[in-house]
């Protein structure tokens, strides 16, 4: 995400859109994350189990 010093009232009505978007983007990002995580911990999963039997690289 840019970090924008400009005050709203100084931004162009498509900078605004643009920085809109952009913290919905990233909110959005963080809420499926935490989605993610929770799932995982209830399932007792993690993003790098594997069987012992099968190596990483295939």
Known sequence: MS???LSPDRM???????EIG??????LIRLRARQ???EARRSG???L???ADQSVHG
């Open 3 to 5: 970090s924008n010093a």
């Open 12 to 18: 162009s009505a498509a900078e605004r859109l643009t």
């Open 22 to 27: 952009e913290i919905l983007a990233a909110g």
């Open 36 to 38: 993610r995580e929770a």
């Open 45 to 47: 999963e993690s993003s």
């Open 49 to 51: 189990d594997f069987p």
